[in-house]
């Protein structure tokens, strides 16, 4: 994905079962962060990372969105063992990840670890590659979401 490219439409279940379409993410800033496997210890410290953070990026009218290939059980009991306050969508056939144009790491044996930021009408502000450090982008994100809502109030 580009910079200013919008959002793709999808639509996939979050770990409740309910059916999430990414048009519902236009009128706020969201940060889609796709991530390997839930409960291994690289997605444990980026998804509690992301809830340690969280109330910043709500302070900003920011939702975050985990996406992984976990189906909506093994996201629920990810979300209960580690209080997860956001959304985990279940993308098991791995067509989202496609369509956002995540590569794959390892010599194409991990998913990869990429996070997208987008504005309020659903444009691309920037991504970031996190394979190799987890937590890295989380500052990354909040800050562009930080400065690009100031943007907007001047």
């Known amino acids: 994905m580009k910079i200013g490219e919008h959002c793709p439409q999808f639509s996939l279940n979050d770990q409740n079962g309910h059916l999430i379409h990414s048009s519902s993410f236009k009128g706020s800033f969201s940060v889609i962060y796709f991530y390997p496997k ?46 997860l306050p956001f959304i985990l969508l279940a993308d098991s056939q791995g067509k989202v990840r496609k369509q956002f144009g995540v ?3 390892l010599f194409g044996l ?21 394979q190799l450090n987890p937590l890295g982008h989380i500052d990354e994100a909040l800050n562009l979401v930080k400065l690009s809502s100031k943007k907007n109030y001047e």
Not at 40 to 57: I, S
Not at 110 to 130: A, H
């Open 38 to 83: 839930d409960d291994t210890p690289g997605c444990t410290k980026e998804a509690c990372a992301f809830r340690d953070r969280y109330e910043e990026f709500l302070s900003l009218g920011c939702r975050v969105i985990g996406i992984s290939s976990d189906d909506e059980a093994q996201h629920k009991k990810f979300t209960i063992k580690h209080n």
């Open 110 to 130: 991990l998913p990869g670890r990429v996070t997208y930021i987008f504005d309020e009408q659903s444009r691309l502000l920037g991504t970031f590659n996190s």
């Open 103 to 105: 590569p794959s790491s």
